[in-house]
């Protein structure tokens, strides 16, 4: 019964380390793509520097004389307007960044405050879009327009009735 035991014992010790082994060897073989941290988060200021940056364009090569050329067609289609102003706006509920193009608004990307999370989002293009940040006990609603080719905000905030004990008092 004992070297029963013993061999079970030392089986599992074998499958166990066999495993470990092959879990760092397919880490290592991977390489650094799982835990390389060489890219760092951009602060709001990169971001708004980026989005005004104008868009590098490179030069088509002209077609030879005499030769008909065909461009490609493309089935990728692009959801992000076109440049247009673009403006960060904040509320005690999260921040969004937010882009015009003549007269409809983008929401580009949108960040909830510790204590908050995001809820319904209209993203646009649209002449009205908006964010939702909702706490525990608080909803934020950003709406954003655009007026005079800029993103404004117009904050709402509503308080939920209280969550505690499912008890109304009436």
């Known amino acids: 019964m ?4 013993a061999f079970v014992l030392l089986a599992w010790t ?21 835990t390389d941290r060489t890219v760092d988060p951009m602060t709001s200021a990169q971001v708004r520097e980026a989005l005004t940056r104008p868009e590098p364009t ?24 076109p440049a247009g102003t673009v403006r960060s706006l904040s509320s005690s509920g999260g921040d969004v960044l937010a882009r015009c193009v003549r007269d409809s ?11 908050y999370g995001a809820g319904d989002v209209r993203r646009g293009p649209a002449d009205t879009v908006f964010v939702e940040f909702e706490s525990g006990r608080r909803k ?21 009735p209280r969550r505690d004990d499912g008890n109304q008092d009436h």
Request: proline residues 10%; hydrophobic residues 35%; charged residues 15%.
């Open 2 to 5: 004992f070297y029963r035991a």
């Open 14 to 34: 074998a499958t166990a380390s066999g495993a470990v082994i092959a879990g760092l060897g397919a880490i290592s073989v991977l390489g650094e793509g799982i």
């Open 58 to 81: 490179t030069p088509r090569p002209s077609p030879s004389p005499g030769r008909a050329t065909r461009r490609p067609q493309s089935s990728l289609r692009t959801t992000v307007p």
């Open 105 to 115: 608004a983008y929401l580009l990307s949108w960040s909830p405050t510790q204590g």
């Open 140 to 160: 934020m609603t950003m709406v954003v327009t655009c007026r005079d080719g800029r993103p404004v905000a117009v904050v709402r905030s509503e308080r939920h």
